[in-house]
């Protein structure tokens, strides 16, 4: 009984994410290790699958992006248009387009700003608002300037 108000609760994110104006159209890739045995570390010094140099990136689907921060003062963009943001680390509610794929730490996601331009942030903390599952997911996410596409 009590987990219909998560449930709610997460019918209710996603529709408003799919449908805020403030919305971003976005693109999940999902981190491959390329090694040839993924189970071992790799060279010396290796702590985690973030030292990993032999990587490569699979889309695995595309969705919908709302900023979900409260708002702080920060530098506009060179044209006026636009902020940059307070920080490198933003959290944002996420709705994939279909919802057969779990979106998880160390993905990147690309917010799309028109034809030429996919932003890239890496996906570092799933945190959740709601103490009941199924849980209410926001993910924090850190900016990869490496993985901007211009085109």
Not at 10 to 34: F, G, L, Q, S, T
Request: hydrophobic share 40%; glycine share 4%.
């Amino acid at each position: 009984m009590l987990n219909t108000v998560p449930d709610a609760t997460n019918k209710m994110a996603r529709a408003v994410i799919m449908n805020h104006p403030n919305a971003y159209n976005c693109e999940i890739y999902r981190k491959i290790i390329d090694r040839v045995n993924p189970e071992t570390m790799g060279g010396l010094g290796v702590l985690g699958n973030d030292d990993e140099e032999d990587v490569r990136f699979d889309f695995v689907g595309i969705g919908y992006a709302l900023q979900a921060e409260t708002f702080q003062q920060s530098a506009m963009m060179d044209r006026q248009d636009a902020n940059n943001s307070y920080a490198n680390e933003i959290r944002f509610l996420i709705a994939p387009e279909d919802a057969d794929f779990e979106i998880v730490k160390h993905d990147v996601l690309y917010l799309l700003f028109g034809e030429n331009v996919k932003l890239a942030w890496e996906i570092v903390t799933v945190e959740t608002t709601v103490n009941i599952a199924p849980y209410t997911k926001r993910y924090v996410c850190n900016k990869r300037n490496d993985l901007d596409v211009f085109y």
